[in-house]
């Protein structure tokens, strides 16, 4: 995380607009050498990032639980009452 930069305030749009600006001006700074640069860089990119993941994930629970309201609930599968192995695989061959 970098000290400077509150990512939490900034919308989805804003967050995928200066990551792109990032990298793009993390590529600029490799060429030129300039590595303590490219730290602060990697920095901002990684809180941007580590954001967008969070909403991400934050996106999909949501989803899941509106597709899958009752998903907690265990499922009745039925009841075996016996087996017999080999006349189950004698069956599938």
């Known amino acids: 995380m970098h000290p400077f930069l ?3 305030k ?3 749009e804003q967050i995928i607009e200066k990551l792109g600006k990032a990298y793009s001006y993390m590529n600029y700074q490799v060429s030129q050498g300039h590595t303590p640069t ?6 901002v990119i990684q809180s941007l990032e580590d954001e967008r993941n969070i909403r ?3 996106n999909m ?3 899941h639980k509106r597709k899958y309201p009752n998903h907690h609930e265990s499922l009745e599968v039925g009841k075996v009452d016996s087996f017999d ?8 061959v």
């Open 6 to 8: 509150d990512v939490s």
């Open 10 to 12: 900034l919308s989805d």
């Open 38 to 43: 490219v730290q602060s860089i990697k920095e």
């Open 56 to 58: 991400m994930t934050k």
């Open 61 to 63: 629970d949501e989803e």
């Open 85 to 92: 192995l080999e006349e189950f695989i004698r069956k599938s």
